[in-house]
Nanobody, 115 residues
Framework: QVQLVESGGGLVQAGGSLRLSCTAS????????MGWYRQAPGKQRDLVAT???????NYADSVKGRFTISRDITKNTVYLQMNSLKPEDTAVYYCNVLKWQYNYWGQGTQVTVSS
């Protein structure tokens, strides 16, 4: 089992920045990727960014050049630095861990970008 606790969401004006954090606890054995997904009202949950245990990263096209995913192994924490935020980035952001073949999710943190 893996437990995920997210923090860092909030309200920001367009063009602003936020940094999300997600700390994992429990057994880290078998973790393959950590990442972030988001879900806007009435829409499906979509990938934002992922990072592998080898530090390979993957981003949604809509956030490339604006968002940066990183992780601190010593703290079992993954970060999402979000710059140049747009109103269309408004969503609930969920932390995700892929461990063996199982997905684990955080409780979600709201990000709201005002125009």
């Amino acid at each position: 089992q893996v437990q995920l606790v997210e923090s860092g969401g909030g309200l920001v004006q367009a063009g602003g920045s936020l940094r999300l954090s997600c700390t994992a606890s429990g057994s880290m054995l078998g973790i393959r990727t950590m990442g972030w997904y988001r879900q806007a009202p009435g829409k499906q949950r979509d990938l934002v960014a992922t990072i592998t245990i080898g530090d390979s990263t993957n981003y949604a096209d809509s956030v490339k050049g604006r968002f940066t995913i990183s992780r601190d192994i010593t703290k079992n924490t993954v970060y999402l630095q979000m710059n140049s935020l747009k109103p269309e980035d408004t969503a609930v952001y969920y932390c995700n861990v892929l461990k063996w073949q199982y997905n684990y999710w955080g409780q979600g943190t709201q990000v709201t970008v005002s125009s």
